[in-house]
């Protein structure tokens, strides 16, 4: 029966023979889709009279959402903390090659640097849709300078800053605009944060605690204010102590306004964080667990020599190193990698481990209405993988964007 073409001209495509995850469970159902968003059957039938113009059999694959990266600090030779005259191409390049990893949005990361470089670099970072050019960026996630001395981890302490003077002037002035930027990563212990948190919340920008020594009550004190992320998880911050867990305390805190969730950042890479670490977490507080790469520069290259923003990294397989020290700095691992990690360490089921690199991200940067899902009326970026959780396609908009047999692999 041919589509009612009084609602839409465009061409529906049925997607059959899968298993969708859909509120928190893979179901064997069809995928159908129009003008880049997922359509509700039952309406298609009843109301439009409509069918499919297409149909793919997708072979008994898993389709999922696409996976969202908050913190991606560059990839394949590009860092997005150096200001390049062609930072433009570098992240597009980034933008294209994480497609065929499964991710369909991402927050270009940019470590604590100078003034300078963030004038130079975050005019050059658009909010733009993904599409066959690659996927699509949320806005800038922007890590520190507002960190401490004391976890600075690979943050050159030269460029370290405080809010002591002008407060939330000062960040301003630091970053040049805020325009594009979706998360700041602080250290809550800072004198004078609350008042910054309390303007950046206000202005829909996501705050993350991280890079660290607050203690639990500064850290439920910051929540209060508005922060609701944590920035990777265990790493750059005062370790699990029984009389004061510290940040960590966040996942167990009864100091958590009502109807707000604390979502925190993990790097399941098998290197930022042990396997019971991530079990840990996993089980304290599992509806807020967010799978970032953390990556850099070297991510997708050999071993050797790299960049994180001012500093020289040393690659050695899946172990990143500031130059000359054993300091851990960013991580190689492809997002693809760490849900298989993440899932294979806990043992939870392929729908968690799938939510925690799409659905969880969406709903800390509260777009779960448009990505992150596949529920009717949201974008239509979902990946087919197969049952080892290898993507096998990508789509955004309803268009394929990247397939492994078209590289002949």
Not at 188 to 202: A, D, F
Not at 300 to 309: D, E, K, N, P
């Amino acid at each position: 029966m041919p589509s009612n073409k009084s609602v839409s001209d465009a061409p529906i495509v049925q997607f059959t023979n899968c298993r969708i995850l859909r509120s928190h469970q893979l179901q064997r159902e069809d995928l159908w889709v129009r003008e880049g968003k997922i359509l509700n059957p039952e309406k298609l039938f009843f109301d439009e009279k409509g069918s499919a113009d297409i149909q793919l059999d997708c072979k008994d694959s898993i389709i999922a959402p696409g996976f969202i990266d908050v913190q991606i600090n560059g990839g394949f030779g590009v860092d997005f903390s150096l200001a390049t005259d062609d930072f433009k191409s570098g992240i597009d390049l980034v933008s294209q090659k994480i497609l065929s990893h499964g991710v369909t949005s991402f927050c270009p990361t940019l470590v604590t640097s100078p003034p300078s470089v963030y004038h130079q670099v975050l005019p050059q970072i658009s909010i733009r849709n993904g599409g066959a050019h690659g996927a699509g960026i949320l806005g800038a996630h922007l890590e520190g300078p507002f960190i401490s001395k004391e976890k600075k981890g690979a943050h050159p302490e030269h460029c370290l800053r405080t809010f002591e003077a002008g407060a939330f002037q000062d960040l301003l002035a630091t970053y040049g605009s805020l325009d594009c930027v979706r998360i700041v990563t602080l250290a809550p212990e800072m004198k004078r944060s609350s008042e910054v948190i309390r303007e950046l919340t206000k202005r829909g920008i996501c705050v993350s605690l991280g890079h660290s020594v607050a203690n639990l009550s500064q850290a439920e004190e910051a929540v209060q204010h508005g922060a609701t992320f944590i920035t990777h998880l265990f790493n750059a911050m005062l370790p699990f102590h029984h009389r004061d867990p510290g940040i960590v305390g966040l996942l167990t805190s009864d100091k958590i306004p009502a109807g707000r969730r604390v979502f925190y950042g993990m790097i399941s890479d098998g290197i930022h964080t042990n396997p019971a670490a991530l079990r840990i977490a996993h089980r304290a507080h599992p509806k807020g667990l967010v799978l970032v790469t953390d990556a850099i520069a070297g991510m997708g290259l050999a071993s050797g020599r790299h960049t994180l923003g001012q500093q020289v990294v040393e690659i050695d397989g899946l172990n990143t190193y500031i130059a000359g020290t054993k300091t851990l700095s960013g991580s190689v691992a492809t997002m693809d990698t760490c849900v298989r990690h993440f899932q294979e360490a806990t043992g939870c089921s392929v729908e968690t481990a799938l939510e925690a690199a799409s659905l969880h991200p969406a709903q800390l940067l509260g777009i779960e209405h448009k990505k992150g899902t596949l529920n009717y009326d949201s974008d239509a970026d979902f990946l087919m993988l197969n049952d080892g959780l290898y993507v096998q396609a990508t789509y955004i908009a309803g268009e394929e964007v990247w397939r492994q047999d078209a590289l002949g692999m």
